[in-house]
């Protein structure tokens, strides 16, 4: 890699400091997010970023409150440096990598929590996730003050959280959603996948596969209980250890569609075990 080497900030001081320098020679900003251990789909967003602003900051913290004490926040794969060298070779500015104590000094004592979206779903099978995620990202986009928030929609309920939450608070920040990268199998690319062993590699594309074939179904008017009693059993078939769900729901407001047939806008989301891995995926109906 030919790039030159990334310019790494850990403070929210020095953050604004060029940020500010930026903004003051006219340059549009946006943030992208992550946790790091990055991939394909991290770089899709910060393209979308390029093409809507000079400058892409990227963020990478792994955000411990997000993680219940039995998650893995400790195993979660961590490579700085190679995600700087990622990043600058995918056109990104700044990397903005704070510390834990940066984040959440002593005494912190404020929660963001954005009721509706963040209710079923993965908002049942990790209680305090989304309240995590929305604090921290409220607090990446009032210290970073983008033109643009880039998210991916392989997490579509936490992109649709921080949508709500954004409008809520009237943050001055466009929030835009970027499609998901696969694996040729059809497999979301996630920092998680290396927790997969190669058996259960070759398992994990049934995910999505069962996705498209409820997707399909539905759309051939099958109605969505039939739908979704064969997603289950398909993920089941494929040696899957238990699914937190496999359901169809509104693609804007997540409330729950079904038994029977559909005609709202609709997507199909799923969460399943497999060996160490929690995995998520959904997809358009
Ligand atoms: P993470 O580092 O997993 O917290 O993800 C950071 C951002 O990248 C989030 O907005 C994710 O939705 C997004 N992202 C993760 N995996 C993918 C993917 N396969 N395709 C597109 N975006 C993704």
Known sequence: MSATP??????????????????????RVALVPTMGFLHEGHLSLVKLGKSRAERVVAS?????TQFAPAEDFEAYPR???RD???????????LFAPAAPEMYPTGFATTVSVAGV???????????HFAGVATVVAKLLIQCGPDAAIFGEKDYQQLLVIKRMARDLDLPVEILGAPTVREPDGLALSSRNVYLTPAERAIAP???????AAADAVRAACPVDDAEAAGL????????????????RHAETLERLGPGR??????????????????IDNWPV
């Open 233 to 248: 059993a398909a993920l089941a078939d494929a040696g899957f250890g238990p699914v937190d769900y496999f359901e169809f």
């Open 118 to 128: 963040s209710a079923p779903m993965d908002g049942i099978a990790r209680p305090i």
């Open 206 to 212: 049934f995910l999505n596969a069962a996705l498209r």
């Open 84 to 94: 700087a060298g990622l990043l600058a070779a995918g056109g990104c500015d700044l």
């Open 79 to 81: 490579d700085e440096a």
């Open 6 to 27: 990334l310019r790494v900030v850990r403070t929210v001081a020095d953050l604004r400091a060029i940020v500010a320098g930026w903004r003051a020679d006219g340059e």
């Open 262 to 279: 559909i005609d709202a806008p609709a997507r199909v989301f799923v969460a399943a075990r497999l060996g160490k891995a929690r995995l």
């Open 60 to 64: 990478l913290f792994v955000n411990p």
